[in-house]
């Protein structure tokens, strides 16, 4: 059964069709109908990122020290939220990776919660997205940890904390941080997909008042999962960067 086509997602095969072929083609990857190459999923995070982009854009000609109005409150509570979070997990460095744990939490928020708009999809409640994002987190942490302590301390954390252990602790390891790309992809996904579809059942059983429970639950979920998710990725980046294994 083909999906059904979302009213962005068609505007976005028309009139951008040939930019996301010429992607795909770069990519190599072939597509059955280059007429419609978008995807829901894929536009509707086309559609999160740009209100991500002009949110902070009218947040940056709105701050003020004197006179800061709702919107820099409101964006100053979750920098300081987050940030703290980061101080208690990652340590006294945990702010100078604040600006990954605040985008992923800003925009696995706004990916959930776009759902709960009438005509509009959450692009979470998609397999694809869940695991974007769970690769981002994966190769950063990956990174920092390199960074953090170079090649060679970094890798030795895998063999464990005794040499005769390692051919048993590496395998372990590489499985464990494998299970991370999973862990998170399928946490996000589940959670997500599952409120979408309850949600829609009680929509279609019962009175239009009815259902505005599990819409405010579907929105706590969002908020809990899109928290969770930067928590996460606050805990894989602690365990990178220290240098205590």
């Known amino acids: 059964m083909p999906e059904h086509e979302l009213w962005v997602t068609a505007l976005f095969n028309r009139y951008f069709a040939g930019v996301a072929n010429a992607i795909l083609s770069m990519a190599g990857v072939h597509v059955e109908n280059a ?18 982009i002009v949110l902070f854009a009218i947040l940056r000609s709105r701050l003020s020290v004197d006179r800061p109005g709702r919107m820099q409150h409101v964006f100053e509570l979750i ?39 009438p005509t509009f999809e959450s692009p979470t409640m998609f397999p694809p997205v869940p695991l974007g994002l769970a ?11 390199v960074k953090a302590q170079g090649v060679g301390g970094y890798l030795k954390h895998f063999a464990g904390p005794m040499p005769l252990m390692a051919p048993l602790m590496i395998p372990i390891e590489l499985i464990s941080h494998v299970g991370r790309l999973l862990s ?22 019962v009175p239009l008042f009815v259902p505005a429970a599990f819409m405010g639950l579907h929105v706590f979920v969002a908020f809990l999962q899109a928290l969770v998710f930067a928590l996460l990725t606050m805990i894989y980046v602690s365990s990178a960067v220290s240098h205590e294994h």
């Open 135 to 145: 690769l981002v987190t994966f190769a950063y942490y990956n990174l920092m940890g």
């Open 35 to 52: 007429d419609k190459p978008w995807a829901n999923f894929v536009a509707m995070q086309v559609v999160v990122a740009i209100i991500v």
């Open 79 to 117: 920098y300081d939220f987050i940030g703290g979070q980061a101080d208690e997990v990652v340590g006294s460095h945990g702010r100078h990776y604040l600006h990954l744990f605040t985008t992923l939490f800003l925009f696995v928020l706004l990916a959930n919660l776009i759902g709960v708009v």
């Open 184 to 205: 998170l992809t399928v946490r996000l996904y589940a959670n997500m997909f599952a409120g979408e579809q309850v949600t829609l059942v009680f929509m279609g059983l």
